[in-house]
C-alpha cells in the first residue's frame, strides 16, 4: 500500500472536510500522484446519494480518481457487519493506493447518532492502512485549556486502537486566542500542532438555502445571486437609517413585506460601494411586492435577490439561524479561504516530514502553481493593479485575496470600482482603492519624476500631467515604495506598461538590459526561455545580461539554472557571425558569473535530449540536462516558446520582465483571470527577491563600516 494520512475528529462539526483540502493541496504540490478516500460514510455511491465532501475533494485540480473509488462502506453495512465493513475497507483502499503515492484518508462525519464508538472505528481503519492520523478538534466556544482536554482524551482513544497521531490541529478557534491554543498545544508531544482560526464564511449558507429552508420564492433580483453565500442576518424591525446602521458584509435581511419603504434604500445600498454588499433580502408574511416596487427594481436593473415567505419574522429569524452551508465543490469562495487559513496556520513543511512524505523530482504545471501560490503567501507583498475599470482583474483581485496571494491597491474611483465588485459579486473589502488624481499623492510624485527626468526638460507643472496616467501613477508608487510592485497590460500597451519603468525605476545593480522570460510548465518540468517578448535582436553583452537574469529568475522560483546558450551549431562545430555573438555572450556569462552552469553554443535538441548531448557534447553537465535556454533573438525565442506551447501542450506563464531594480510585470491584452493570478504571484515572489538582496547589501555594507 502507499503512504497515507488519516485526518480524523471526535466529534461532528470541526471543519476537518477544509484540513483535509489544505493538506490535499500540500501533497498535490510537492508529490503529485496523491488519491483521496473516505472509509466511511452516511451517503452511497447511488446517482441521487453525494457525500459532498468528497466530491468536493476529488474534483480539485490535479485530482484523477472518480468519486465511487473514493468511498469505502455506509453506515449501514458497518453496523450490519463491523468486521466484514472493515475488511471491505481495506480492500478497497489497496485497489485505490495501487495507484497513488500518497492517499488522504478522511475520518467519518459523526452523523450517525447510533453510533457512539465513532472514534474507536476511525482509529481501527487508520490502524489497519497504516494511515498517520492528523487529528483535528473544535475550538467553538472553548478555551485554551478545554481545546486540550479534549485533544487528550481523542488521542488516548487512538493510541488504545493502535492509531499513529502525528499531529493536532485546533479548528475553529476564536480568533482572539489563537495564540493562546498553540501555546498549549505546543506542550502536546507531536511534531506538528496548530491552531486554525473560525471563519464565518466557511460555514455560511448560501441565500438559495435560506430561501429554501423558509419556503421563500424569488420576488426580484437574479437568480445566479441566489448562490452568494450569507455571513449573517440582521432583522429589520426598526427605520432606515437605524438599519443602514447595522449592515455588514454579505448579511441577508430579514423584513416584514409590508414594509416596502425599506427594500429601496436596502438596494440603493447595496449598489453604492458606500455601504457593504448584501446576500439578499428575505421579505416575511407573504404580502405581494407592489407594482411600483417592481417597477423601480426592474430600472435600476439591480442583482440583489428579494424572496417572499408566507411565515412570520420571528419564525423566519428562528428557521434561518438554524442553517449552515456545507463546502462544495462549486464553493469557490469557501474553497479559497479554506485553502489560506490552512496554509497560514498550519507548518506544512513539519506536516510532510511527519507523515513522511518527501518531494517528487516531477514537476507538473499544477505543482509549479500550487507551490508559487504557497510562495507568494510566505511572505506576503504588496502588487498595485492600474487596470481596474477591466473586469478581469477585479475578478483575479477577489481570487487573489482570498487566497491571501498578496496584499493589494486598485487604481481609480473608489465609489466606481467597489460599485463594479459589488455587480459581479466579488469582495474586494481587503483591497485598498486609490485614486490617480489624489491631489497630495499627485503632487509628490510630479515633484519626483520632474526631478528624475530634469536631464530630459521635464517640469513640475508637465509632470503633474503625466503622472496622473495609471501606468506611471503606479510605477511612481513601486518606486517610492508605496507597493512592492506592479502588474499591468491587460488593457495598455507593453510599451505603455514597462516606458515608466524605464524611465525611473531603472535597472537593476549589474544589469544594464531589461529582457524577458516565459516560465514554461511542461508535463514533468518548469523550463525557462529567455528573451521571447522584448529586445528583437541582442548584442552578445545584452545576451550575456539575459542569460544571468535568466538564471537568477530560474532560482527566484525553484529551478536549478542550467543555461543553454542557444544556436544552430553546437561547440566548435559551425561558424558565422550569429554563432561568434552566442560564443562572445557564453564567455562573458563565464566571466561575469563563473559559478553557473553554462553551455554554448549549443542546438536545442542538445541542450534538451540527453541522448543527443552525449553525442555532441559529452563532457557538458549541461548538455541534455539544460534548465534556462537563451535564444539568440527575439524571432527565435518567441517561434519557440510558442510551438514548444502548443505542441507539447506546455503552459506557458509571462512574459515575466526582469532586470529592473523592482518588479512590474505586463499582461497579454487577451490575458484570463487565471493567467492575472499566476502573474501578480510571480511579480509578489520577486518582490521577495528584491528586498532580501536590499536586505544582503545592507548587511554588507554595515559590515565593511563596522
Not at 510 to 527: H, P, Q, W
Amino acid at each position: 500500500m502507499s503512504r497515507s494520512v488519516y485526518v480524523a475528529s471526535p466529534e461532528g462539526l470541526t471543519g476537518k472536510s477544509a484540513v483535509a483540502l489544505g493538506l490535499l493541496d500540500a501533497l498535490i504540490r510537492e508529490v503529485g500522484s496523491v488519491g483521496v478516500f473516505r472509509p466511511l460514510t452516511t451517503l452511497g455511491t447511488g446517482p441521487h446519494e453525494v457525500d459532498h465532501i468528497v466530491d468536493m475533494l476529488v474534483s480539485q485540480p490535479g485530482m484523477d480518481q472518480t468519486y465511487d473509488e473514493a468511498i469505502g462502506v455506509t453506515y449501514a453495512q458497518a453496523h450490519d457487519d463491523p468486521d466484514e465493513a472493515l475488511h471491505v475497507i481495506v480492500e478497497r483502499f489497496g485497489a485505490l493506493s495501487a495507484r497513488f503515492e500518497v492517499v488522504v484518508v478522511l475520518g467519518s462525519d459523526y452523523t450517525d447518532v447510533s453510533t457512539g464508538t465513532e472514534l474507536s472505528f476511525n482509529a481501527r481503519v487508520a490502524a489497519n492502512l497504516g494511515s498517520a492520523v492528523v487529528l483535528v478538534v473544535h475550538g467553538r466556544d472553548r478555551t485554551p485549556e478545554q481545546i486540550k482536554v479534549a485533544a487528550d482524551g481523542a488521542i488516548a482513544e487512538l493510541r488504545a486502537n493502535h492509531a499513529q497521531t502525528v499531529a493536532v490541529v485546533a479548528n475553529r478557534v476564536d480568533p482572539d486566542e489563537v495564540e493562546a491554543v498553540r501555546a498549549v498545544l505546543a506542550a502536546l508531544p507531536f511534531p506538528v500542532t496548530a491552531a486554525i482560526p473560525e471563519n464565518a464564511l466557511l460555514s455560511a449558507p448560501s441565500f438559495r438555502a435560506l430561501a429554501d429552508a423558509v419556503g421563500a420564492r424569488l420576488v426580484l433580483g437574479s437568480e445566479s445571486w441566489m448562490d452568494r453565500d450569507s455571513l449573517g442576518l440582521v432583522v429589520a424591525a426598526m427605520s432606515l437609517p437605524n438599519v443602514l446602521a447595522r449592515l455588514g458584509t454579505d448579511v441577508t435581511v430579514i423584513a416584514p413585506s409590508d414594509r416596502t419603504d425599506l427594500i429601496p434604500g436596502l438596494m440603493l445600498a447595496h449598489q453604492s460601494g458606500t455601504f457593504p454588499t448584501l446576500a439578499g433580502i428575505v421579505l416575511t408574511g407573504g404580502y405581494p411586492i407592489p407594482e411600483t416596487i417592481a417597477r423601480l427594481s426592474a430600472g435600476v436593473q439591480q442583482d440583489l435577490p428579494i424572496a417572499l415567505t408566507d411565515d412570520g419574522t420571528f419564525r423566519t429569524a428562528e428557521r434561518l439561524m438554524q442553517v449552515r452551508g456545507p463546502m462544495t465543490k462549486g464553493s469557490r469562495n469557501k474553497i479559497e479561504t479554506a485553502r489560506r487559513l490552512f496554509s497560514e496556520s498550519v507548518d506544512q513543511v513539519a506536516l510532510l516530514t511527519a507523515i513522511d512524505v518527501s518531494a517528487s523530482e516531477v514537476r507538473t504545471p499544477l505543482m509549479f502553481e500550487f507551490q508559487l501560490m504557497e510562495r507568494a503567501r510566505s511572505d506576503r507583498k504588496h502588487i498595485v493593479l492600474p487596470e481596474s475599470q477591466d473586469d478581469r482583474i477585479l475578478e483575479a483581485a477577489d481570487v487573489l485575496l482570498r487566497r491571501g496571494v498578496a496584499d493589494l491597491t486598485l487604481l481609480g474611483d473608489e465609489t466606481k470600482v467597489r460599485a463594479r465588485g459589488s455587480a459581479l459579486g466579488l469582495d474586494l473589502d481587503a483591497a485598498a482603492v486609490v485614486s490617480p488624481t489624489e491631489p497630495e499623492l499627485v503632487e509628490r510624485f510630479a515633484h519626483t519624476y520632474a526631478e528624475a527626468r530634469a536631464h530630459k526638460g521635464m517640469t513640475v507643472g508637465r509632470a503633474r500631467e503625466v503622472i496622473t496616467d495609471i501606468s506611471y501613477f503606479g510605477t511612481m508608487m513601486v518606486h517610492l515604495g508605496l507597493a512592492d510592485g506592479m502588474v499591468s497590460g491587460a488593457v495598455n500597451t507593453t510599451a505603455h506598461t514597462i516606458r515608466p519603468a524605464l524611465e525611473f525605476i531603472k535597472t537593476a545593480e549589474g544589469v544594464k538590459t531589461v529582457s524577458s522570460v516565459f516560465l514554461m510548465c511542461l508535463a514533468d518540468r518548469v523550463l525557462v526561455y529567455g528573451d521571447c517578448a522584448v529586445i528583437p535582436d541582442p548584442t552578445a553583452e545584452q545576451l550575456a545580461d539575459i542569460a544571468i537574469s535568466s538564471a537568477q529568475t530560474a532560482q527566484q522560483f525553484g529551478i536549478d539554472p542550467r543555461i543553454a546558450m542557444l544556436s544552430y551549431s553546437t561547440g566548435s562545430s559551425g561558424s558565422g557571425a550569429d554563432v561568434e555573438k552566442v560564443r562572445a555572450a557564453t564567455a562573458l556569462v563565464a566571466e561575469r558569473a563563473p559559478e553557473l552552469a553554462l553551455a554554448g553554443p549549443i542546438q536545442y535538441d542538445a541542450a534538451i535530449d540527453p541522448v543527443v548531448g552525449r553525442a555532441k557534447m559529452p563532457d557538458s553537465e549541461v548538455s541534455g540536462r539544460a534548465t534556462v535556454f537563451v535564444f539568440p533573438d527575439l524571432n527565435t525565442g518567441n517561434n519557440t516558446y510558442k510551438a514548444v506551447q502548443r505542441s507539447a501542450h506546455a503552459v506557458a506563464v509571462g512574459p515575466v520582465l526582469q532586470g529592473l531594480r523592482k518588479p512590474v510585470n505586463d499582461l497579454s491584452r487577451g490575458a484570463l483571470v487565471d493567467d492575472i493570478v499566476n502573474t501578480v504571484a510571480i511579480t509578489a515572489v520577486q518582490a521577495q527577491g528584491t528586498t532580501q538582496q536590499a536586505t544582503s547589501r545592507a548587511t554588507t555594507q554595515q559590515g565593511a563600516a563596522s
